[in-house]
Structure formats: C-alpha cells, structure tokens
C-alpha cells in the first residue's frame, strides 16, 4: 500500500499535466492503478460520472483522473467510459508524479500481472492547488476514494 509524503494543508507539486491550470479552482483528482482494470473500470470511475452534477453543485471545477497508463490508453478509456467533458484523463505513465506524493505502488508481482510501478488508488480534493482532502485507500476495493466519500467531504 501507498505511504502518502504529502498531508491535508500541503499544496500538491506541478505535474507534466495542468497542475497550473488548477489554480483558483477546486479539483477532484481521483488516482487509479490502470486503465481498464476491474476496479477501476466497473466501480471506481463510472459514479463520478454519474454523479457529475452533484460535484458541480458543491462547486468542482474540474474532475480528473490519473494512472500510469500512456496519453493514448488514457484517451481511449475516456471514449468507452464517456468521459466526454466530465472526466479529464491524465496520464503518469511511470508514475512520477504519483511517486512525489509518496501514492505510487509497485504492482510487479501482485496477482501475477507484473503490471510493475503504478498509481495507488486515492482520491484528492484540491482547492486553489491546496490539498483539502486525501482518501488513500487502505486496501482493495473502493471507499475512502469513491464519489461517496468524496462528496461527503465536500
């Protein structure tokens, strides 16, 4: 599991995406471990966009989610889910970024998928690029980073 090294209250370091473009805005970053994974696919990301004009009323600018797959995988998982122009895909291919914040994890050999160096599954609520909220999940399965919770803590 992931040892976060930022807290509630730390701004969140500029990424090699619009970490920039946030400023001023209040941002639900939700961080998932790949693409097209079970989780990821079926019950993690679909209720955020179901529940997209709930986040829109208590005043979020911008949803997005991040994962270690590439800009091209990250495009076609936006097509098949229906992001269109609620979610905004990012991609931290080697997690780098995630890495920063201390929410990388290494998949190499879990379940044998060798899936290696991916995003852990949290959530960030950002306000003007400060951290107000992070649901790290403590293991599989989705809670603390789910919409539920999310929008609870909005």
Not at 13 to 33: E, H, Q
Request: hydrophobic content about 45%.
């Amino acid at each position: 599991m992931a040892n976060p090294t930022v807290r509630v209250g730390d701004v969140v370091p500029t990424g090699t995406f619009c970490t920039d473009a946030w400023k001023g805005k209040k941002v639900v970053l939700i961080s998932v471990p790949g693409a097209f994974t079970p989780t990821c696919h079926a019950n993690h990301l679909p209720p955020y966009i179901q529940k997209y004009d709930e986040f829109k009323a208590k005043g979020v600018d911008q949803i997005a989610v991040v994962t270690a797959n590439d800009a091209f995988v990250m495009s076609g998982w936006g097509k098949a889910l229906g992001f269109k122009d609620k979610i905004l895909p990012l991609s931290d291919p080697t997690a780098a970024w995630t890495s920063q914040l201390g929410l990388s994890v290494d998949l190499s050999k879990a379940n044998e998928l060798g899936l290696g160096l991916r995003t852990s599954r949290f959530a960030l609520i950002l306000d003007d690029l400060k951290i107000t909220y992070l649901g790290v999940e403590p293991a599989r399965g989705v809670t603390v980073s789910g919409a539920d919770a999310v929008l609870a803590a909005l």
